[in-house]
């Protein structure tokens, strides 16, 4: 077999312009000539074979550690998604899923979803980075693009020094290529440094062979193996409890589904004392199906379109793609949560007169498509796995979310509004409000902007002033005090959150983690039930500019109704102090709407204060209500290297700024690795402008935030420490003035890509997450590492 040259000389000219000219039907393709007809099969062996195992055992374990860290979520290079057998048969595009630009809607191209085979794919753009052609094992490797790109790297490995060379760009928005068989050689001959694991190491000589052996042997793969007894016992009972025929257990199996059809689902009993990365995981599927027989997926661009089906079948799926920390997003099911869906939607006394329509105006409306379920049910529903609520629009498939997150500050603590609160009354404002609680969603995909929006915000002007007049007479009333915070019904973790904002991607914890932060929310039921819809249900990342601008500029209402509520337990001459501190340099339109009429700077708190600081003494009275359920393990303790490190969250000005966005400090004690996160929060005037958020940039606001364990998915860097030489670290970042500087910390302790031992350390880290947070440990993502 001679080498493959990809450069089309004029013999192969001469046959591409022939096979155009000559029928004018099928496309001449002149890799034809030299490895026979592509056509897409199946890789898919049996589990117990022995190409099945090793693939499970050998090969698996080497494409999640080196390849799904940077090609595992929507914003992977070139949509090559390698974190299951159809991603990797998939194969890669051009076409690009992030663009803020895009005049009409793309169409989607969600893994699982969009597409039920190899060959739909190819018809939808995707090109194959395996051999799809003639199956001998010299053409295996040679018409591959994945051997191909790791082959090179491994002839061209990254240089040991202290940084990639300029050609090699890293981050988020680096120009992809996505080059095709057919010019792969000559892109790789023009840019010398892109193999793969793209500006990374190459692999060690043990797992290119494996890679080699599987690619050249066809590339098979295997699913895991076939599910239990007791597993398909546990689905079967979950599938009877959401499909029964009874409208209101209808309605509820819907409302179940379009707040959890993003949580990764697994058996409580079954999965005890096993960690994330081998639990069984299932995610709740709409089917034209009923259980019993197999699913039939129905595809839509949200979990509230019309089905196109009579009868709508919630059936639980096997997930069998790789565990990302990005993604992870845990949901138990066992029969307490059976018996709680069952209380909260089953027993109440109330009468489903008909099932909602799927037109956009009410479905797209929770208020509307729901109104016939108790509000204080669906509150409670969201409110007892709030940080699962909250995460998913901070974890979802959408691993790219600046537009939904440059509208928040970079940290602050969520407390809730007690359900059990004036439940009759909040039954009757939120019925009393439906109208006005209108979300971008029922605008779809294509949206245009100004038009839209000054709509909203007539809509919510009208909500923010009939809620203040509720606000007032609660204050008549005496119930504005601290009996409006949940106290977790005194066993729910749930009651607090954190939230830190890491640019483009986010973490959201229990308890009340860090310092005491510039901002808080104080969250009801109709304002976590719009971020749900509004950030995850109806977000569409394949929508025009017109809907992920409307998305945006929403959020900002949501936002600030999150803290005015807040600020209303706080006394009036606070607020409005706070207010304008929140707001600095804010344009005059956002300034009017802020100091408006609807909001409440003259309602009286029913708290009383006896300091000079306020919002501190509130946030004491929050942690004395609620004791050891606002606590996190992840702050620091008076331990003696917590102590140490504790001093980075008061070090000088200027030292926070030069740091990233979140970096992943371990140190070595002997053979024991403890493993902290360095978050950098940036300081802002203000956070309204959607396009120029550096403009309100205050670098000299920024701060250092120490957590135990990890906290975000993203690191953008790696820091290695011995115990003895903490406080020399401590020191070197606290006097950090300049990239000079930067560079120096590096060198001492920092693992930077070009590090010989790089892979060593990302498994060792893996490891060490894996035993220190092992319900919520997933493969990192090494798209944000920097190259400092």
């Given at each position: 077999m001679r080498s493959f040259q990809l450069k089309l000389h004029w013999p192969w000219l001469i046959l591409l312009l022939a096979g155009?000219?000559?029928?004018?039907?099928?496309?001449?393709?002149?890799?034809?000539?030299?490895?026979?007809?592509?056509?897409?099969?199946?890789?898919?062996?049996?589990?117990?074979?022995?190409?099945?195992?090793?693939?499970?055992?050998?090969?698996?374990?080497?494409?999640?550690?080196?390849?799904?860290?940077?090609?595992?979520c929507y914003d992977a290079p070139c949509q090559l998604k390698l974190s299951s057998p159809e991603g990797i048969d998939r194969g890669a595009s051009k076409d690009v899923v992030y663009d803020g630009t895009r005049i009409l809607a793309s169409n989607p191209t969600r893994l699982g979803i969009d597409a039920r085979s190899t060959f739909e794919w190819r018809q939808k753009g995707f090109h194959s980075v395996l051999n799809e052609r003639t199956q001998t094992p010299a053409v295996n490797l040679e018409a591959s693009l994945l051997y191909q790109f790791i082959k090179h790297k491994q002839q061209q490995p990254v240089a040991e020094t202290e940084r990639l060379s300029s050609d090699i760009i890293t981050g988020i928005n680096q120009q992809n290529q996505c080059p095709t068989l057919v010019d792969s050689q000559e892109f790789l001959a023009d840019n010398p440094n892109h193999g793969m694991p793209y500006g990374l190491p190459a692999l060690s000589d043990n797992e290119f062979s494996v890679l080699t052996k599987w690619l050249s042997d066809g590339a098979t793969m295997a699913n895991q193996a076939p599910l239990s007894e007791a597993y398909q016992t546990e689905i079967q009972a979950w599938e009877t409890f959401l499909n029964q025929d009874g409208l209101k257990h209808q309605l509820m199996a819907r409302y179940a589904y379009e707040h959890i059809y993003l949580a990764h689902l697994y058996f409580t009993d079954l999965e005890a004392n096993i960690s994330s990365q081998y639990k069984e995981y299932f995610k709740l599927v709409r089917s034209s199906t009923p259980p019993g027989v197999p699913i039939d997926p129905i595809q839509t661009r949200r979990p509230y379109d019309d089905p196109g089906v009579q009868r709508v079948y919630y059936r639980l799926q096997r997930d069998d793609e790789s565990i990302l920390a990005k993604t992870l997003m845990p949901y138990s099911l066992d029969q307490n949560r059976m018996d709680r869906m069952d209380t909260l939607f089953i027993q109440p006394n109330y009468t489903v007169s008909s099932f909602p329509s799927y037109d956009p105006k009410v479905a797209a409306n929770p208020f509307e498509a729901f109104k016939e379920i108790p509000a204080q049910s669906r509150y409670r529903f969201m409110l007892e796995e709030a940080q699962f609520t909250i995460m998913g629009f901070i974890k979802g498939p959408v691993c790219r979310g600046q537009i939904a997150l440059n509208v928040i500050d970079d940290h602050f603590w969520v407390l809730f509004v007690d359900p059990d609160n004036a439940p009759e009354e909040m039954e009757k404002f939120v019925a009393e409000q439906r109208d006005n609680l209108v979300l971008p969603g029922e605008k779809q995909s294509n949206a245009g902007v100004i038009k839209n929006w000054l709509n909203f915000s007539v809509h919510q002007n009208k909500y923010l002033q009939n809620k203040l007049q509720l606000i007032k007479r609660l204050s008549d009333e005496d119930k504005l005090n601290l009996d409006l915070i949940w106290d977790g019904d005194q066993h729910n973790d749930n009651a607090t959150l954190t939230i830190f904002r890491h640019f483009d991607s986010s973490s959201v914890l229990k308890g009340l983690v860090g310092q005491e932060p510039k901002t808080a929310w104080l969250i009801d039921y109709p304002l976590l039930e719009r971020i749900h819809y509004l950030l995850v249900a109806e977000y569409d990342v394949f929508g025009n500019v017109g809907h992920q601008v409307n998305t945006r500029l929403y959020m900002d209402f949501l936002r600030m109704e999150g803290e005015g509520n807040f600020l209303s337990l706080l006394p009036a001459e606070e607020r409005k102090k706070l207010w304008q501190y929140w707001y600095r340099n804010s344009h005059q339109k956002v300034k009017e709407y802020v100091f408006g009429p609807r909001v409440n700077f003259d309602v009286k708190t029913n708290i009383t204060f006896t300091s000079s600081e306020p919002k501190s003494e509130l946030f004491d009275h929050v942690k004395e209500k609620l004791g050891a359920l606002q606590q996190s393990p992840h702050n620091l303790t008076n331990q003696p290297l917590d102590s140490t490190l504790a001093q980075l969250q008061n070090i000088p000005k200027g030292a926070p700024t030069i740091m990233p966005e979140m970096g992943i400090l371990s140190i070595q004690d002997g053979d024991d690795i403890t493993l902290y996160s360095i978050i950098r929060n940036s300081g802002h005037s203000n956070i309204d402008s959607l396009l120029f958020e550096d403009k309100n940039r205050l670098p000299e606001e920024d701060y250092l935030t120490i957590n135990k364990g990890i906290t975000g998915s993203y690191p953008g860097a790696y820091w290695h420490v011995e115990l003895k030489s903490v406080p020399d670290f401590v020191a070197a970042v606290s006097k950090l003035q300049s990239e000079d500087d930067y560079d120096h910390l590096m060198d001492a302790f920092g693992v930077r890509r070009t590090n010989p031992n790089f892979w060593q350390h990302s498994d060792a880290i893996h490891k060490q997450y894996e035993k220190g947070q092992p319900n919520t440990a997933g493969l990192l993502d090494y798209n944000r590492l920097e190259n400092r």
């Open positions: 155009c000219a000559s029928v004018g039907i099928t496309q001449f393709d002149p890799l034809d000539e030299i490895y026979g007809q592509d056509s897409p099969k199946s890789r898919i062996v049996e589990t117990t074979s022995p190409a099945g195992q090793f693939y499970l055992t050998e090969v698996e374990p080497i494409i999640e550690q080196r390849c799904v860290v940077c090609h595992g």
